[in-house]
């Protein structure tokens, strides 16, 4: 299954696409061509976190855990504040964000505009799933209980997505229906740093 399945099962595709005022299938374009970075971010500060994933969920829960991913389901306007915050703790600077809408916006034709205020909407999605996923694994090991797969998976594909061993990048780009791995041009297991290439190429 793939990312973008678990986010319209969740209903987040739907509540982007309202807020946004654009249609279902313009905001799944949207969401898979900046997943891949958005994914790459997370990846790079779970690598650097001590526990890796786990650590990753503890950071994620200062930013505002699970409830970011609610914030967004809500019907009220989101809060794209917390979302920038996620953004900043994954991509650095808002130039790596400008660039990110700017790849997608080649990739998919939408104005990147769009691209701009999609991009921290769906980094609070993303943000929340890893760290509901993370909670529930934490609750499980706690009561020696195996941990609860959500969405057909979702700890598995988080965990391929995300993991450091899928340093080959056919595991990264597995749950994005391979667009991850098509970016992902070093092999390196994470395309964001090929997106940022290919956007500095563009410019010059």
Partial sequence: ?????????????????????VSESQAASGAEALLPAILGGFKKQAQA?????????GLLGQLGGG???????????????RGNDVLGQIFGSRDVSRAVAQNASSQTGLDTSLLKKMLPMLAMVVAGLIARQQGAST???????????GGGGLGDLLGSLLGGQAAGGAGAGGGLG?????????????????ILQMVGKAMR
């Fill in 139 to 149: 609750s499980a090991q706690a009561s020696e209980q195996p941990a609860p797969q």
């Fill in 178 to 194: 391979g667009l991850a791995s098509m970016l992902d041009l070093n092999r390196d297991g994470n395309p964001l740093d090929d």
């Fill in 49 to 57: 976190q001590p526990s890796g994933l786990e650590g990753l969920g």
């Fill in 67 to 81: 409830g970011l991913l609610d914030e967004v389901l809500a019907p009220q306007p989101t809060n794209v504040e």
């Fill in 1 to 21: 299954m793939q990312l973008t399945d678990i986010l319209a099962q969740m209903g987040g595709l739907q509540a982007m696409a309202r807020e946004l005022g």
